[in-house]
């Protein structure tokens, strides 16, 4: 088990930019970022193993990236040119390999954050 803690949420207009930090006290295979959009169901939204293949969901894909820094045990997830509807609560989730890094499977297996909060305006 991994604790986990996100950082670098907060608000921007419509348009800007943020980077989200998630620091694990801990080695995970598997590291992913969730949000919570009001109104909506939790989505993954972005995901990568150990060795940096990383993908993204399409719902932000050329908007968002997603990269780690082993070293540190970090994950980054850049937003560019955001919009009103990616306000929510994101959340990073760590997992082990025996439940793969090629799906948001792993995520019901996996240690949570306490999430950030972005909110965009228009």
Not at 1 to 25: F, K, M, N, Y
Not at 73 to 90: F, I
């Amino acid at each position: 088990q991994v604790h986990l803690v996100e950082s670098g949420g907060g608000s921007v207009q419509a348009g800007g930019s943020l980077r989200l930090s998630c620091i694990a006290d801990g080695y995970s295979f598997c590291m992913a970022w969730f949000r919570q959009i009001p109104g909506k169901e939790r989505e993954g939204i972005a995901l990568i193993n150990v060795y940096e293949s990383a993908s993204v969901a399409d719902s932000v894909k050329g908007r968002f990236t997603v990269s780690r820094d082993n070293a540190k045990n970090t994950v980054y997830l850049q937003m560019n040119s955001l919009t009103p509807d990616d306000t929510g609560t994101y959340y990073c989730v760590a997992w082990l390999a025996r439940y793969g890094c090629d799906s948001y499977r792993g995520a019901g297996f996996g240690d949570w954050g306490q999430g950030t909060q972005v909110t965009v305006s228009s």
